[in-house]
């Protein structure tokens, strides 16, 4: 069993559920990490989203009403951070395009057979530990900054030609 701090909450949105609920099936047996919820529509994907904690989106791109795209485009608005994949049958220089201009994190094309599976789990897995990554990397910052504003004692951070690079209002 995975530890539950580790566990990647995966939100798939494809208007072939069957395929949605099969490629769930896939990815968890890919990666005991993986945890994958199904949506059968853009809407009832952001109804999800609002709904439970989400670590990153595989999405389709051909769907009634709202395209992949766009509903990257609404997710973006919304949860900026999460990580998007789109995983599309319909794939094209112009769809890549237009998600890489929209904020994709990875596009990839479906294929036949289940080695396709094992590609798409470990980019999800990797855009989710990039995205975390990048998270505890602001928080350090963060608190690095705090300490250094209200600290009592002089901090000066000099490069190797002794130029100072940082100091704290301290040392003033």
Same mark, same amino acid.
């Given at each position: +069993? =995975?530890?539950?701090?580790? +566990? %990647?909450?995966?939100?798939?949105? $494809? !208007?072939?559920?069957?395929? @949605?609920?099969?490629?769930? &099936?896939?990815?968890? *047996?890919?990666?005991?990490? %993986?945890n994958?919820?199904?949506? @059968?529509?853009?809407?009832e994907?952001l109804? +999800?989203?609002?709904?439970?904690p989400?670590?990153?989106? #595989? =999405? !389709?791109? $051909? +769907?009634?009403? &709202? ?7 609404? #997710?973006?608005?919304?949860?900026? !951070? ?23 994190? $990875?596009?990839?094309?479906?294929? #036949?057979?289940? $080695?396709?599976? &094992? ?5 999800? #897995? ?15 910052? &963060? *608190? ?8 009592? !004692? @002089? %901090? ?6 002794? *130029? ?9």
């Amino acid at each position: +069993m =995975s530890d539950p701090a580790n +566990m %990647i909450h995966v939100l798939h949105v $494809d !208007d072939e559920l069957g395929f @949605a609920k099969t490629a769930a &099936t896939f990815l968890e *047996q890919e990666n005991s990490q %993986i945890n994958v919820r199904t949506a @059968a529509s853009p809407a009832e994907g952001l109804e +999800m989203l609002a709904e439970h904690p989400i670590d990153c989106i #595989v =999405s !389709d791109y $051909d +769907m009634p009403r &709202t395209n992949g795209v766009e509903f990257l485009e609404t #997710v973006r608005e919304l949860y900026p !951070d999460v990580p998007f994949v789109l995983y599309t049958g319909k794939g094209s220089e112009e769809i890549a395009a237009e998600a890489i201009s929209a904020g994709v994190t $990875d596009y990839l094309q479906k294929e #036949v057979g289940a $080695d396709q599976y &094992t590609i798409l789990a470990n980019r999800v #897995v990797n855009a989710v530990e990039r995205c975390r990554a990048e998270r505890e990397a602001e928080h350090t910052r &963060t *608190q690095l900054e705090a300490i250094s504003e209200h600290s009592a !004692d @002089a %901090i000066i951070i000099i490069d190797a030609d002794s *130029q100072i690079l940082f100091a704290n209002p301290t040392v003033q």
